[in-house]
């Protein structure tokens, strides 16, 4: 497959995460992200590459444990972000408007993050959960480089 430089990691079962992912890929500035859900094998090995074993599992099951991630992941250069940090940092690849929500970046993580994780607890009461990942269209299957392990 060769190497993946930006790759956003998202939580293949959530509504609002498979939103995010179709957004960016319309808002998109040029096609370099490649996406994968979190639930797969290499998710698991780049996220390990970028922030050891124990940070993996423990972004993988999610705050609460429950195997429910809950933030998105853009990885670059090797290094991961997370929460608000990843999405300010994929709000960099998009066109204009969207991409200027990058200046967010001087409020402090803290903050942001407050927001981030709030709405990360409520995202499936709010916009639903769906059983298995997104199937990609196949004009859009080479944008995603995994696919979801058999639960």
């Known amino acids: 497959m060769g190497s993946v430089d930006s790759l956003v990691l998202f939580d293949g079962k959530c509504n609002l995460c498979n939103g995010a992912v179709q957004f960016i890929i319309d808002h998109e500035r040029s096609p370099e ?7 797969s094998d290499l998710a698991s090995e780049r996220l390990t590459e970028a922030m050891g074993a124990e940070a993996t599992k423990a972004l993988v099951l999610g705050a ?3 195997g429910d991630p809950d933030t998105i992941v853009m ?8 929460h608000s940090t990843a999405a300010l940092r994929i ?5 204009a408007p969207w ?3 990058f200046v967010f970046y ?4 803290f903050v942001r993050d407050v927001v981030y994780r709030w709405i990360a607890r409520n995202r499936y009461r709010w916009f639903g959960k ?7 269209t196949p004009e859009l299957r080479a944008r995603f480089v995994a696919s979801a392990r058999a639960e």
């Open 33 to 39: 992200l490649k996406f994968a859900p979190l639930q």
């Open 91 to 95: 709000a960099g690849h998009l066109t």
């Open 75 to 82: 990885i670059e250069d090797g290094k991961a972000y997370t």
């Open 64 to 66: 609460t444990g429950s």
């Open 130 to 136: 769906t059983e298995s990942c997104r199937v990609p």
């Open 106 to 109: 001087v409020v402090p993580r």
């Open 99 to 101: 991409r200027w929500a």
